[in-house]
């Protein structure tokens, strides 16, 4: 009677598998595809000129990177400064490879990340980087202040980590403190204006003034199109020998312009400007004392301010040939609250 059972019980599998594969076409071989593509490689941190902040001497640091190929890797090898650092050859998947790499021993300096991708038929790619890693203790800002640029040898922002924009060959010389930015013909900083901008606007840095161009934009928040009643914008002119500096910024329904509020004969010099702005007032100190101060009807309208560019009027303030300023620019801190007159001494002693 086992019997039975057993054989009925094979009889009823066998003709299941039958009827489930019935219409399914039986699994031929199908020849992999010849090779043609080299591999891709895309290393996505650091990038191109970044500098790595860190506030530990010898740092770690995760290199991030995408390798991969129509067919099949063999081998991905990381370099720096030349030297192997990391070989992988095997995948879990064979095509694809993300691949985060953590660098123990990093210590301060420039740096060059090369990464070679092979495939199995011996095409190769490469991608390099140059990137800089520098000790930068903890930062604690002061109260409103959303941008601080010590512009010591790099463009970062130590209050976020990021670093700015920089377009053209500017340079970095002797500063005020430590080094400071050298502005070039067709150079400038710029950022995204997102958390930068509020009801309340100040700003304060270290300026040395090159009276070459005669003209040139130093700080423009401003929309596209010439219309002044919306953003802000620092820019210098010439006067004979002398230059005056000027700001012009809009309230909507109106622009204020305290037009020149410093004339100087430019002797190499530096001095230290701090515009303060709020609903009903702005004030303007050069080397902590108040030069000018005017009533206004209402705090700055932002809109369309989608940038910040120190350095020059671009993109959208280069119309009376305000284009890039090749002065020195040095500790430049960038605040959504008005600063007092002791805020501002305060801000000239300290780094």
Same mark, same amino acid.
């Given at each position: ?88 050859? &095997? ?16 210590? %301060?300096? %420039? ?51 990021? &670093? ?6 500017? #340079? ?14 067709? =150079? ?8 930068? !901008? ?10 040395? !003034?090159?009276? +070459? ?7 423009? @928040? ?9 953003? !802000? ?18 309230? #909507?329904? =109106? ?17 230290? @400007?701090? @515009?303060?702005?709020? =609903?009903?007032? =702005? ?8 030069? !000018?101060? +005017? ?5 700055? %309208? ?7 560019? @120190? ?6 303030? #280069? ?10 620019? %040095? ?21």
């Amino acid at each position: 009677m086992k019997i039975i059972k057993h054989l009925l019980g094979y009889v009823f599998i066998t003709l299941m598998m039958i009827s489930c594969n019935k219409g399914i076409d039986p699994i031929t071989e199908v020849a992999p595809k010849p090779d043609q593509s080299a591999p891709e490689v895309n290393i996505t941190f650091p990038v191109e000129g970044k500098v790595v902040r860190s506030s530990d001497e010898v740092a770690t640091v995760t290199f991030k990177l995408i390798a991969q190929d129509d067919i099949e890797l063999k081998s991905v090898v990381l370099l720096l400064n030349g030297s192997e650092i990391a070989s992988y050859t &095997s995948f879990k998947d064979y095509r694809r490879a993300m691949i985060n790499y953590d660098y123990t021993n990093m210590t %301060d300096g %420039d740096y060059v990340l090369t990464v070679n991708v092979t495939d199995l038929t011996g095409k190769t790619a490469s991608q390099t980087v140059n990137f800089k890693k520098v000790t930068a203790p903890t930062y604690n800002p002061l109260a409103g202040e959303v941008l601080y640029l010590p512009l010591d040898d790099n463009y970062l922002d130590l209050i976020t980590g990021n &670093s700015m924009e920089v377009t053209g060959a500017p #340079t970095f010389v002797e500063g005020k403190t430590g080094s400071a930015y050298a502005g070039a013909a067709d =150079a400038f900083m710029s950022i995204p204006a997102t958390g930068l !901008l509020g009801g309340e606007f100040s700003v304060a840095f270290w300026y040395q !003034l090159n009276p +070459t161009p005669a003209r040139g934009g130093i700080l423009a @928040i401003s929309p596209v199109g010439d219309s002044r009643n919306f953003g !802000l914008r620092v820019f210098r002119e010439n006067s004979g020998d002398k230059q005056n500096i000027g700001l012009n910024f809009g309230v #909507t329904e =109106a622009e204020v312009w305290m037009n020149p509020f410093v004339q100087i004969v430019p002797e190499g010099q530096w001095m230290h @400007i701090a @515009i303060t702005i709020s =609903a009903n007032k =702005a004030t303007i100190y050069v080397d902590g004392q108040v030069v !000018l101060e +005017t009533e206004t009807t209402g705090p700055i %309208d932002w809109a369309g301010c989608t940038s910040m560019t @120190i350095g020059s009027g671009a993109p959208n303030f #280069t119309y009376w040939e305000h284009f890039s300023d090749q002065s020195l620019y %040095d500790e430049f801190h960038l605040f959504t609250k008005v600063l007092s007159a002791a805020e501002v001494l305060g801000l000239m002693g300290t780094k």
